[in-house]
């Protein structure tokens, strides 16, 4: 019986020569172009650190919160679960000027005397994002140096009673690339025996559209603008978001679209 060397005939069969050299320029090249990350893959960073102080309406009987980073919020009025609706409605001039200077105020004094040096641009953050869902309205503001303040209220409450909100700023190094996404809010509240869940952070400068496929509610359309991505529904979809992620389809500037699940 002859016996047959396969690592010599596999040898025969690679073009090219025995001797290689791995640092000449055209294999650097090979390896630089094998190792980049093609952009237009649905990558998802990790979750960077982000510096976050947290403001919690008076009157919240109990929150569970599945992620670190939680807006927790009154909306536990029927009125807020029984108007809230799927798509976004745009708030008018008047109610974004009206929404935005609450969100500034309330957080602003939320933390009186606490050394922060992000208190220190509510005042003069941008309105990018100023919605209402029934209720209930969401504002998002922006400022130089990676700030951003999120605000929920439920109108249906009183004298602002329905009030909750957070701030908080990322290093550039930290936030998404173009295509990309990134979690600052995110997982599920219980507030007076009623669940809300919700999904804000970061997003890419090639992210139009953002949506959200719950169980229970069909599909959930978010909002992009500014940078920021944001939604929120009633229920606990979200409740294991620190576990599992969160999916979302995501709609780029070229008009192509992915599915991915974003973790923290």
């Not at 990350?37 to 976050?52: E, I, M, Q």
């Not at 009125?79 to 001039?93: D, E, G, K, V």
């Not at 935005?100 to 208190?119: E, N, Y």
Request: proline residues 7%; contains cysteine.
């Amino acid at each position: 019986m002859t016996r047959i060397d396969e690592l010599a005939v596999l040898k025969t069969l690679d073009p090219a020569g025995g001797d290689v050299d791995l640092y000449c320029p055209r294999a650097l090249t090979d390896l630089e172009r094998i190792l980049a990350t093609d952009p237009a893959l649905p990558t998802v960073p990790p979750r960077k650190s982000r510096t976050k102080r947290y403001v919690l309406a008076a009157g919240l009987v109990a929150a569970t919160t599945t992620a670190a980073l939680v807006v927790p919020s009154l909306l536990g009025g029927d009125q807020a679960f029984a108007s809230w609706t799927a798509t976004p409605t745009p708030l008018s001039a008047k109610e974004s000027a009206t929404a935005s200077d609450l969100c500034r105020t309330k957080l602003f004094a939320a933390v009186a005397g606490a050394p922060d040096p992000d208190r220190g641009r509510l005042p003069t953050a941008t309105t990018v994002i100023a919605e209402r869902r029934g209720s209930t309205t969401l504002v998002v503001l922006t400022g130089p140096g990676g700030f951003a303040a999120e605000c929920l209220n439920d109108r249906s409450i009183p004298k602002d009673g329905g009030f909750g909100g957070s701030y908080g700023s990322v290093a550039a190094a930290e936030r998404p690339g173009r295509r990309m996404l990134s979690l600052t809010n995110f997982g599920t509240s219980s507030i007076d025996g009623k669940y809300v869940s919700m999904a804000m952070g970061y997003a890419g400068a090639d992210v139009i559209a953002v949506t959200y496929r719950s169980p229970s509610r069909g599909k959930v359309n978010g909002t992009v603008a500014g940078g920021q991505f944001a939604l929120w529904l009633p229920g606990k979809d979200l409740k294991h978001a620190d576990e599992v992620g969160v999916p979302l389809q995501v709609t780029y500037r070229d008009g192509s679209t992915v599915s991915i699940t974003l973790k923290p």
